[in-house]
């Protein structure tokens, strides 16, 4: 499956923006999605997963009640809606999709455990 993230953008901090992530070549719905962000500097790191049907939902502690992941597999676009967006949010975003990335009680936030990846979109968020 290929991906290819856009929405990203300069914004201020307290804004909201809105990442999608289009998917081509096999059906969309046969995989978990997941967002990942790498700030300069620093190693790529897991921000929100979403299960196949959207049934199950992961976030990190740093985004928990910010971000909002979902999908519209009629559609293969996924989605990241970001709120109250602070500085430190600042990076790159990538989309991934995975066949295995859920397992009973969890998810995969390793990077290395997901396959398939988009280009990623920058997204800067100044104070």
């Known amino acids: 499956v290929q991906l290819q993230a856009s929405g990203g953008g300069l914004v201020q901090a307290g804004d909201s923006l809105r990442l999608s992530c289009a998917a081509s070549?096999?059906?969309?719905?046969?995989?978990?999605m997941g967002w990942f962000r790498q700030a300069p500097g620093k190693e790529r790191e897991f921000v929100a997963a979403?299960?196949?049907?959207?049934?199950?939902?992961y976030y990190a502690d740093a985004v928990k009640g910010r971000f909002s992941i979902s999908r519209d597999n009629a559609k293969n676009t996924g989605y990241l809606q970001m709120s109250s967006l602070k500085p430190e949010d600042t990076a790159v975003y990538y989309c991934?999709?995975?066949?295995?990335?859920?397992?009973?009680?969890?998810?995969?936030?390793?990077?290395?455990?997901?396959?398939?990846w988009g280009q990623g979109t920058l997204v800067t968020v100044s104070s």
């Open positions: 991934a999709a995975d066949r295995d990335a859920f397992y009973t009680g969890g998810v995969s936030t390793s990077p290395r455990e997901w396959i398939y």
């Open positions: 070549g096999r059906a969309f719905s046969g995989y978990a």
């Open positions: 979403l299960s196949r049907t959207g049934g199950s939902t």
